[in-house]
Nanobody
Framework: QVQLVESGGGLVQAGGSLRLSCAIS????????MGWFRQAPGKEREFVAA????????TYADSVKGRFTISRDNAKNTVYLHMNSLKPEDTAVYSC?????????????????WGQGTQVTVSS
């Protein structure tokens, strides 16, 4: 059974940085494309970033482009989300997701497995 566990969330001031990690277990990590999504209170879950199985291709939501970077280390079975220049509107629960196959998608139903999420709070 595939399991995803996020870590690295917390409270940070506006303009600060955080790095989220998502460790996957239970299957060959390199067989999965990975994505990060977030959900703020009272809002729908939204796409943040995604990366192909090899790490050679990435995509980002317009709201985070230039500030966030997604990366992966297949040797460590881990995907990361580096978040810089954080804004209060980035406050949300961030979840990682995995889908079997080489390429990513930006919509939630494309993903097979989900982590529990980690809270990110950005104060103004």
């Amino acid at each position: 059974q595939v399991q995803l566990v996020e870590s690295g969330g917390g409270l940070v001031q506006a303009g600060g940085s955080l790095r989220l990690s998502c460790a996957i277990s239970g299957h060959t990590f390199s067989s999965y494309a990975m994505g990060w999504f977030r959900q703020a209170p009272g809002k729908e879950r939204e796409f943040v970033a995604a990366i192909s199985w090899s790490g050679g291709s990435t995509t980002y939501a317009d709201s985070v482009k230039g500030r966030f970077t997604i990366s992966r280390d297949n040797a460590k079975n881990t995907v990361y989300l580096h978040m810089n220049s954080l804004k209060p509107e980035d406050t949300a629960v961030y979840s990682c997701a995995a889908r079997g196959g080489t390429y990513y998608y930006t919509y939630t139903r494309a993903y097979d497995y989900w982590g529990q999420g980690t809270q990110v709070t950005v104060s103004s």
